[in-house]
């Protein structure tokens, strides 16, 4: 079974107000293509993608004039995708939903939130801790809620499997270096916040015995940025169980690969910064599939569909184009025995 994260830059804007989709020569909101261009490159991607079940992070926005549901399943529709019915958890009010894109003929999905408890609250309701430690609780919540959901095999296989679209870091708003560092530094905190809060909600599941995955954009990772030395580890670290026994932590190869290797790091998302000109690209390892001790043994197979890291991408020319065009993430997927 194959299962894989992709987040979708501006999917949302390949729909109009009431959910129509924009397959037409106007500009997207992706830089340097149309609507029409993404949306083809997305069919692509997918179509080569072939997962079983897909996560998608900044899916359509969902709200009372348009759902994201009737809008991934009509993007599927179009293209054929055997990923044709489509799920969300909660909906949030930042245009960039979570939602599933899945193959029912070969597994069942259903959203099962957290129920909550007064350590890890339901991921819809807000968190009470000391992000500063001045003996003041602050209150944090997700912008993004996770989505939680329960997947069923056709064999009688199933795992629990959580979708995440973890806080950015970077300074937004910041129009000077004093306010950059202070905003950066908040930032951090609150994600390394969001990420506790998850971590006790795999503690949970594990303690249950629950297959276990969790996936998506964690806007972070080992070594990423300099605010890391200030508060000990990154936010994925706490959420990986990084330094608890083995049986405690959740497993990436490719969130292992920050301390000391010389090699070339892996990326999944590729960014284009302007200025100064002619601009550069910046690349990151964001997205991850984070598998509980468990699935780990059912020997899994990892791979970042990098149209220039990995060779069968790359050989073929449609789609090494059709990823660069589609999104500046590049999907995430793994395969394994269920």
């Avoid at 899916?59 to 009372?64: H, I, L």
Wanted: proline letters at 7%.
């Amino acid at each position: 079974m194959r299962i894989a994260t992709y987040n979708v830059e501006w999917f949302t804007a390949l729909f109009d107000r009431r959910g129509r989709m924009l397959d037409d020569g106007e500009r997207s909101s992706r830089y340097g293509v149309t609507r029409a261009e993404q949306l083809g490159a997305l069919g692509i991607v997918f179509t080569a993608l072939d997962a079983d079940c897909v996560l998608i992070v900044e899916a359509p926005d969902n709200n009372t004039r348009r759902k994201t549901v009737p809008m991934l399943e009509s993007f599927a529709a179009k293209f054929g995708l055997r990923q044709r019915r489509a799920l969300i958890g909660f909906e949030n009010d930042t245009q960039q939903e979570i939602a599933l894109l899945y193959d029912p003929d070969a597994v069942q999905i259903y959203h099962d939130p957290n129920p909550g408890t007064p350590l890890a609250p339901r991921f819809d309701d807000k968190l009470e801790i000391d992000l500063d430690i001045d003996d003041t609780l602050d209150t944090v919540t997700f912008s993004k809620p996770p989505l939680e959901a329960v997947i069923e095999t056709r064999t009688g296989g199933s795992l629990r499997l959580i979708g995440v679209h973890i806080k950015s870091k970077a300074p937004h708003g910041a129009h000077d270096l004093d306010t950059q560092v202070r905003i950066a530094i908040e930032n951090r905190r609150k994600q390394l916040a969001q990420c506790l809060w998850l971590r006790r909600r795999v503690d949970t599941l594990l303690d249950a015995g629950e297959s276990l995955m969790v996936l998506g954009d964690f806007n972070d990772g080992p070594g990423l940025d300099e605010y890391e030395k200030l508060f000990g580890r990154s936010g994925l670290e706490i959420v990986l169980g990084e330094g608890l026994a083995r049986n405690r932590q959740l497993f990436d190869p490719h969130a292992r690969l920050g301390k000391g290797q010389t090699e070339a790091q892996p990326a999944s998302a590729r960014f284009f910064i302007p200025d100064p000109p002619p601009g550069k690209y910046f690349s990151a390892m964001l997205d991850y599939i984070l598998l509980s001790p468990d699935l780990r043994q059912r020997g899994p197979k990892w791979r970042i569909w990098h149209p220039f890291d990995d060779p069968a991408c790359y050989s073929v020319p449609e789609l090494r184009e059709a990823l660069l065009q589609a999104s500046d993430h590049f999907p995430v997927s793994v395969d394994i025995a269920l």
